[in-house]
């Protein structure tokens, strides 16, 4: 059976324990499972605690993404590879699923180039950031985790990756979920977040795009906006790389999983199953 | 070829690089080696980064450990499967190991009981702590450091365990490391940390004890001090579960691991190779 892979965001209203649940029943099934997680609610939890700054670099072009100095490196890494991990590694042990946590530093999981020189904007004059420890990602080694579901474990990642100098690299993890699947063979990549999926009108949840067929990724990318943006761009490097569907559905209710498999949130590729009628997206577009 | 398990100390004055340099070498020649970590400088200071105060616990025999309340369960699982795991992970795939960082949470490495009661001593009073999530270690699951180890992985593990109610533990890594070797049938445990061994005149470093056989045990449990006894403890269990020498050496120095396995520090069981004239301990006795 190809592996599915779930993407669990890191944000407020996630319901970590309804991920789990279906995480382990998953498992239990003999399914073999991947998960990823993020851990921005932590990992700024973590630093507001320490007194650093939660800061951003923000592109010319408008791309926002997490200033990571080496000091703000050390508390992603506490917050990501340590408390949301094993968090989620001790909830599905507890419900009998064979975890095994893991970041991408593990096993080169993931690897990544830190961008060492970043353009920035700050109060509309442009500088370049030196010592952000942000990474691109290259290639992600799937062996190790084809080992581990060959023999029954359930891999929980934490998006990290290690850099051409063996730094721990912050990496985005929709984007390290999608490379993780396509170099798995996945059939499925699953998104979970606080949203139901991408929105046509931006925040009326009534107006969610059920399908969004490969042709028309351009479209869903110019109408996603935010965080939203990057999750169509992970869809699109997934599907680019041999993942027939990518679930884009919300993680804030039971059974986000098994919901988001029947048909909910946004399918990018392959189309849903139609568990309900498929409202015409383009009334949107 | 039998694993060779290590543990690495987690205060101040161990020579990390050194360690992870000896670590890859022998990974390298296709020994196959588990590396267990301490944690203790790392976990003081993000609790003392989060203004949490560092306690601890006192048995009303004298025995010390460190008190894990929630909060501060959060900040040592952050420290150690988190910064210094993957610290070491990423140093030691900088040297070209194909390293890969666990907790005993992780595959159920390691199963411990909760204390669930914990009997102290606080200004001369005894009382009874009820919230500490320390971990009496009941078993070591080596399935999985075997499954890594015939791939050619280098398993890193935090001290952590699993509990009964699948609650993340603190537990002691020299300990863990014992349980580890015997489960693993591993020959050689090397402990190491900042001190050259067991010190018959504590602190005269003159004074190292070169062997101590099985049957003078209890003279060894008896001459330690502090952390020392921990370590002779975690010693005998090795022993008893089958680990032929266990070796108790300096990381203050280049080779560390190198120079233990030529027969430096104290080796408890099997005689050390006679590199060096072995002075007779029995003159401090």
């Known amino acids: 059976m190809p592996p599915l892979v779930i993407k669990i965001g890191g944000s407020?209203?996630?319901?970590?324990?309804?991920?789990?649940?279906?995480?382990?029943?998953?498992?239990?099934?003999g399914r073999p499972v991947v998960l990823v997680h993020g851990t921005s609610a932590a990992a700024d939890d973590l630093a507001r605690r320490v007194g650093l700054p939660v800061r951003q670099l923000v592109s010319p072009t408008g791309h926002v993404s997490r200033y990571t100095d080496p000091e703000t490196l050390?508390?992603?890494?506490?917050?990501?590879?340590?408390?949301?991990?094993?968090?989620?590694?001790?909830?599905?042990?507890?419900l009998g699923c064979q975890a095994v946590g893991l970041s991408g530093v593990d096993g080169r999981l993931l690897l990544a180039e830190r961008k060492t020189a970043v353009r920035t904007v700050e109060n509309g004059r442009q500088r370049i950031v030196r010592d952000d420890y942000t990474g691109r990602l290259v290639a992600a080694n799937a062996d190790l985790l084809r080992l581990l579901l060959a023999h029954g474990y359930t891999p929980v990642i934490a998006p990290l990756a290690l850099g051409q100098e063996a730094e721990r690299l912050n990496v985005d993890g929709d984007r390290a979920a999608a490379l993780l699947a396509a170099a798995l063979g996945a059939e499925t990549l699953v998104i979970l977040s606080n949203v139901p999926g991408l929105l046509a009108a931006f925040p009326d949840e009534r107006s969610l795009v059920r399908h969004v067929p490969v042709e028309r990724l351009d479209w869903a990318e110019e109408l996603a906006a935010g965080r939203m943006k990057r999750k169509i761009l992970a869809a699109r490097e997934a599907l680019a790389?041999?993942?027939?569907?990518?679930?884009?559905?919300d993680a804030r209710a039971p059974n986000p999983v098994?919901?988001?498999?029947?048909?909910?949130g946004t399918w990018l590729g392959a189309t849903p199953p139609a568990v309900h009628p498929i409202p015409d997206e383009a009334a949107y577009a």
């Not at 319901?15 to 998953?26: F, G, K, N, Q, S």
């Not at 098994?258 to 909910?264: F, I, M, R, S, T």
Request: no cysteine; glycine share 10%; aromatic share 2%.
């Open 74 to 94: 050390e508390i992603y890494v506490a917050a990501a590879a340590g408390q949301v991990n094993k968090r989620l590694v001790a909830a599905l042990q507890g």
């Open 258 to 264: 098994q919901h988001a498999l029947a048909g909910a």
């Open 241 to 249: 790389g041999g993942v027939s569907s990518v679930i884009i559905a």
């Open 12 to 29: 407020h209203g996630v319901d970590m324990a309804a991920v789990t649940a279906d995480v382990a029943t998953l498992a239990a099934q």
